[in-house]
């Protein structure tokens, strides 16, 4: 009896466990206090962003937004009381497991014929990006004398989708976990700044326009929940919902480059130590570095597709639901999407700790910096030189 519990104790993740809660089924229960406190804040976010917006101002719609509320709020909370470590766990699943539900349903917003049409616009763009963190971070680092693994970290995590980046590239190029902590630090930190300012910087960088916006958003922001965030907020503001789309297909799109860069980093990277008769090249698999969620945001995005084309030819949705019933249900699906979103955004907050800064270091942080700006930069001046491309 004891050799089976403690076989059942000690056992690892099955992979339905990794992929949807993030611990095993009999440590479901760990989770809840911390998710209870996120969707406790993002609960409190909407309705002050009401409160505020509606009935303090009598507006239409609030400009305050939600998602920024719910960082702020989380970020305070944070950062002033000391949060028990029973929280971590259904916080650490608010910021993983809820955004990317988040995200699966905001494929609804859009046909795939729009996935495919924006995510086109956005390649060259990403590409562009990307390549221009890489090399600038990479001379950035070999200037200031850092280790070459932590540079590499910071120039995936800047470069593609922040921490997953990170976290997939470090035991591939053996970073040490010091390495591994510092690269995750720099990228909340400046994720965090461009978050909550980049909202308000693209629309006046671009007048207003949601489509270059989003573009700038989904290729300026690092990690894929301060993408999603700074977008949100950009749409919540100033109620241009395209934003939104358009940021979160360029983001998803740098995601799917992960399968390209991270091998190509580990590989340069190993070569050399090869070379050095220091460690043996690796292999990688390329398949597991794909984020899942992307295939589930396509999927909605084709379950609309298929629902639209129903309705637009005179019949219904899968030979189900109304006009009616169908629009009600793709805008209640899309009401959820965002509030998931808002709750992810409140772990976010909870989950950054102003604390990263004290142990950083100078250098570290300035190899950040430089990343942070190039990446701004870069994506600014290509928006604007190929503006054209951005007309509908």
Request: glycine letters at 10%.
């Amino acid at each position: 009896m004891n050799d089976t519990v403690t076989a059942e104790t000690s056992r690892e993740m099955r992979g339905w466990e990794k992929l949807l809660l993030g611990v095993r089924l009999q440590d479901a229960s760990s989770l809840l206090p911390g998710l209870f406190v996120a969707v406790l804040l993002a609960w409190l976010s909407i309705w002050l962003s009401d409160f505020i917006g509606l009935r303090l101002m009598g507006m239409d719609k609030s400009p305050v937004s939600a998602g920024m509320m719910a960082i702020l709020l989380g970020l305070i909370v944070n950062n002033v009381v000391a949060l028990p470590s029973l929280l971590n766990p259904g916080i650490t699943f608010a910021v993983k497991k809820v955004l990317r539900l988040g995200i699966i349903l905001l494929g609804i917003r859009l046909s795939v014929f729009d996935v495919f049409e924006l995510g086109a616009l956005g390649v060259p763009l990403v590409i562009v990006c990307i390549a221009s963190a890489l090399v600038f971070t990479s001379l950035l680092n070999r200037w200031l004398g850092l280790p070459h693994r932590l540079g590499t970290l910071i120039a995936v995590g800047t470069s593609i989708c922040g921490v997953s980046a990170i976290v997939a590239t470090g035991p591939a190029i053996d970073a040490e976990e010091e390495e591994v902590t510092y690269a995750v630090a720099v990228i909340t930190v400046f994720g965090m700044v461009a978050t909550l300012l980049y909202p308000y910087l693209a629309h006046g960088l671009f007048a207003g326009d949601p489509t270059r916006a989003g573009l700038f958003l989904g290729t300026a922001v690092h990690d894929t929940s301060q993408v999603t965030g700074a977008a949100l907020v950009f749409a919540e503001t100033f109620s241009l919902p395209r934003a939104l789309d358009v940021a979160t297909v360029t983001k998803l799109v740098r995601n799917v480059f992960m399968v390209a860069v991270i091998p190509l980093m580990t590989l340069l990277h190993t070569r050399q130590r090869a070379r050095n008769h220091e460690v043996a090249e690796k292999r990688i698999r390329l398949m597991s570095l794909l984020p899942l969620f992307v295939i589930g945001f396509l999927l909605f995005a084709v379950f609309r597709s298929l629902g639209d084309a129903g309705v637009s030819s005179g019949g219904t949705a899968f030979g189900l639901l109304s006009n009616r019933a169908w629009s009600g249900l793709y805008a209640s699906v899309k009401e959820w999407a965002v509030r998931f979103l808002v709750v992810a955004l409140a772990g976010v907050g909870l989950n950054t700790s102003l604390d990263v800064l004290k142990g950083l270091g100078i250098k570290p942080f300035l190899v950040g910096l430089g990343a942070a700006v190039t990446v701004g930069v870069v994506s600014f001046g290509a928006i604007t030189a190929t503006a054209a491309l951005f007309t509908f």
